[in-house]
Nanobody
Framework: QVQLVESGGGLVQAGGSLRLSCAASRSIFSITAMGWYRQAPGKQRELVARISSGGNTNYAESVKGRFTISGDNAKNTVYLQMNSLKPEDTAVYYC??????????WGQGTQVTVSS
């Protein structure tokens, strides 16, 4: 069983930055994509950013230009650099590792709170 360990969440003022990290507990082969999702209270979980094994990225419109996703397949680690944070970015952030076409591993979630 693979576990994903997230770190880097916390409380920050609006305009500040945080860097989230997510590492797998063991080596994983055939990673096809890594990503970050978030879920705010009372809202559905939504995609924040995703990176494919080939390095292609896509972002939610609300974070474009502020967030950057990067991954290290050799270390089975994915990062999310978040700059110019806004109160509306407050949510629990979850990382995702996709293996092949159908297998997803989720992190336990890390809280990000942005104060105004």
């Amino acid at each position: 069983q693979v576990q994903l360990v997230e770190s880097g969440g916390g409380l920050v003022q609006a305009g500040g930055s945080l860097r989230l990290s997510c590492a797998a507990s063991r080596s994983i082969f055939s990673i096809t994509a890594m990503g970050w999702y978030r879920q705010a209270p009372g809202k559905q979980r939504e995609l924040v950013a995703r990176i494919s094994s080939g390095g292609n990225t896509n972002y939610a419109e609300s974070v474009k230009g502020r967030f950057t996703i990067s991954g290290d397949n050799a270390k089975n680690t994915v990062y999310l650099q978040m700059n110019s944070l806004k109160p509306e970015d407050t949510a629990v952030y979850y990382c995702l590792l996709r293996v092949g076409a159908l297998t997803n591993y989720w992190g336990q979630g890390t809280q990000v709170t942005v104060s105004s």
